[in-house]
């Protein structure tokens, strides 16, 4: 990895993991972006050319990428049923999510409300038009589908802090 360092310098190394780690932010809003394992990426940069991480807080950047990213999925589908979501209130709710984050790369100023409604409004139009359930039960589905979103999202955001703090310690340790 020497010949990373002789290409871009202590840096350009520095900067592509900067540029990694705001990439790991963007992607814990964007579900279409994996940004934790972005993060982690960072980590590795630095590890492999600046600053060697103990196998103890490498392995913790791991399970933390992998653990985050499993319940990324799981979240979502956990608050829909959590809160009484049918088969359909979930496919709407994935359909919303994709919708959402779709409208929200393509779109500016109403992007951002766009991926946070996006969940809700599948899962509401799942259960109330598919699934014929009452308005009460649909809301509700709705209401869980966001809670499980927001949750996987504020979890991406915490571990990519927490991998970005790991990343700064690399830099500062190697500096």
Do not use: Q
Not at 8 to 17: Q, R, S
Not at 27 to 52: D, I, K, N, W
Not at 116 to 144: H, M, Q, T, V
């Amino acid at each position: 990895m020497e010949s990373v360092i002789s290409i871009l310098g202590v840096w350009g190394i520095v900067l592509v993991g900067i540029i990694l780690i705001i990439l790991a932010y963007l992607g814990s809003l964007l579900p279409a972006l994996p940004g934790v394992p972005f993060a982690c990426a960072a980590v590795f940069l630095v590890h492999f050319t600046l600053y060697h991480y103990s196998w103890y807080v490498l392995l913790v950047v791991i399970l933390l990428t992998i653990a985050i990213s499993y319940a990324d999925y799981v979240l979502p589908v956990w608050g829909t049923k959590k809160y009484g979501g049918s088969k359909a209130g979930i496919r709407g709710s994935t359909i919303g999510l994709i919708a959402g984050a779709t409208l929200s790369f393509l779109s500016g100023g109403i992007g951002t409300i766009a991926l946070f409604a996006g969940p809700f409004i599948g899962a509401y139009i799942g259960e109330r038009y598919i699934a014929k359930a009452d308005k009460n039960i649909a809301l509700r589905s709705a209401w869980g589908s966001l809670v499980g979103f927001m949750a996987g999202t504020i979890g991406k955001i915490a571990v990519v802090t927490t991998i970005g703090v790991i990343f700064v310690i690399g830099v500062i340790k190697h500096v």
